[in-house]
DNA sequence: CAGGTTCCGATGCGATTGCATCGGAACCCT
DNA sequence: AGGGTTCCGATGCAATCGCATCGGAACCTG
């Protein structure tokens, strides 16, 4: 067996590198070059990694999307929530990419969001990510609330989330607002249930 | 004084073929020359109407956006609600872009809200929309039910149209399931106020 | 150490992009 | 009718794009 590399390792590289670019110039500032620049690797390496760019794209959205939804299920499991209610609130927080340090993410998210409703296969992934989401709040809500329907009430706190993120990324919200108006929600949710 | 042209109506014109593009292709997919084609006029007309690419879009941004909040005002002077409270779900059914028909325009607006978060001068044309629906939907829900914070329940319900809306576009949510979802917040929001 | 295999950096290519340019058509006013 | 002005279609251009190609470096095996 002649020279071997760690292709998994060197794919992850480049999606960060994807992400990168993502956040700064969008989608559209993506280039191959400047890719493999970011990533610092040479063309032919990313080439070799992916056969098309549509190929890493995809793979930088599943990377992200790993991502998010492991942070969430982590957030679940490292800090016991003294509530089940107080554990949908961590998790909704996380998922929420509200805060500052989450806005890169957020617009990669968001710009992914944009190019699937006009790809197909970028949607599927996605749609991916948002069902374990959906379900893993599903849980959450049905444990901290039984008289609610779970499923919907997951559901629209997962559109609401998604739809403050993308206000605050216009600034149209600072971030503070959009977190205060999903707890309201929230704490409605469960005066109500 | 020479030959005249309805420039205006020239760029509205533009303005549509735009829209028309981002909605198949996304506004990757929006160059000069097809927009030229699409609107069928020649390459100069367009550099003529609009001096940059960029200048251009913005221009089918705000154009798109006076459609969306236009009709949203439309619809309520148009036909009187029966009581404040359902002119908030005509409204909002109006805002989200939800249904079949609304779907170009929900990709357009998609595809500018993540532009819009890598485009400073975007952003403000989308938050100068955002304004208007939340100034119209917020005195609406203050008629509609004096004991909520009206300001901030037109503020969830703008988040969550908008979160519906991309959920929808990439297949994630029917259309039916959405708007099922958003009239059970605004329903909740009625018995709660 | 030799042979064979895997990998990749550099380079080239055709297509496409946004934008600049300009000669002449179209038009109004006198 | 003719001059002056506005407009635009055609064309050119430099830059950039994704992708294909390939010679040699790197490396494991025997």
Redesign the interface.
Known sequence: MPKQVDHEERRRRIAEAVCALI???????VTLRDVATRAEVSMGAVQRCFRTKDEMLRFALDHIGEQVTGRAHARLVAAPAQSAASAVGHVVGEVALLREERRAE??IW??F???????PSL?AS??SS??DLEGLLTRLVAEASGSVDAR?EA??V???????T??V?????TSE??EE?LH??LA?LWE?G
């Open positions: 956040d700064s110039q969008g989608l559209e500032g957020a617009r968001l710009a969001l944009a190019a699937a409703a006009v790809n949607a996605l749609r948002y069902a919907r559901r629209t997962l559109a609401l989330a998604d739809g403050l993308g206000h990324l216009i600034g149209q919200r607002e959009a108006l309201a929600h409605r109500a």
